[in-house]
């Protein structure tokens, strides 16, 4: 027994003097936790994809450059996201180990947000789409952040179209 175990560290220390070695030790960890709530992870992470992929059509269509600034801030709301997420997720592993409620609806709420922006995206791109129309006027301060000028008479315009 005791040689077995022997033999099994001698064939595991490699793993642990390389930096590579230690990332997958890592990576793997951080996957054997999340792997229950792969799902709502997934679903976060889908979001953030389609918001980039929204935020690149409207800059082409409001013919702005796109800067690799804007790329980075995607990769520091994953990580953002994933800190937090995660965070919740140990928080209740520490509570209870059934369900995790708070991580689900935590989920939830980040996909809204992301949500949020891909509509004004949506909005910038193709101004007369029925569903995301219906809520233009609260998305108005969003929208302006993104094109950078007041709205208003855009949005009026788009109006008089509707009735």
């Not at 064939?11 to 054997?32: E, N, V, Y």
């Not at 996201?81 to 991580?103: G, M, N, Q």
Request: net charge positive; glycine share 2%; hydrophobic share 50%.
């Amino acid at each position: 027994m005791y040689s077995q175990i022997q033999h099994l560290l001698i064939k595991i220390h490699p793993i642990f003097t390389t930096i590579w070695g230690w990332i997958l030790i890592a990576l793997t960890t951080l996957w054997s936790f999340i792997k229950p709530e792969l799902y709502p992870f997934s679903v976060v992470y889908f979001a953030i994809l389609l918001d980039l992929i929204w935020g690149i059509a409207a800059a082409v269509k409001l013919k702005k450059y796109i800067r690799s600034e804007r790329i980075r801030e995607t990769f520091k709301k994953i990580i953002i996201y994933s800190v937090s997420l995660l965070l919740i997720l140990l928080i209740e592993k520490i509570l209870h180990e059934e369900w995790e409620v708070a991580t689900r609806v935590s989920c939830a709420i980040a996909a809204a947000c992301e949500f949020w922006s891909i509509s004004a995206n949506m909005l910038i791109v193709k101004p007369d789409m029925p569903f995301v129309r219906l809520f233009r006027l609260q998305l108005k301060g969003e929208i302006e952040k993104k094109v950078g000028h007041n709205v208003d008479k855009i949005l009026v315009e788009n109006e008089t179209d509707i009735k």
